[in-house]
């Protein structure tokens, strides 16, 4: 079993995961049954979403 080291907390991931249509599989399966792909696209929409917070500082 690995460690959780996430920087990104978890309420922003499924945060994320409710955006992109994949809240539903991580509430009943959890984050194990999320593909790549989809995983890909939640820490490219987090990346997304700190830039944007930089960018208005």
Known sequence: MSKNNSIL???DKMEI???LGVY???KTNGW???SSKDC???VKKA???QDR???NK
């Open 9 to 11: 907390p978890e309420s």
């Open 17 to 19: 995961a409710k955006e």
């Open 24 to 26: 539903d599989k991580v």
């Open 32 to 34: 194990g049954e999320v």
């Open 40 to 42: 890909g696209n939640i």
């Open 47 to 49: 990346l997304e979403k």
């Open 53 to 55: 917070k930089e960018n």
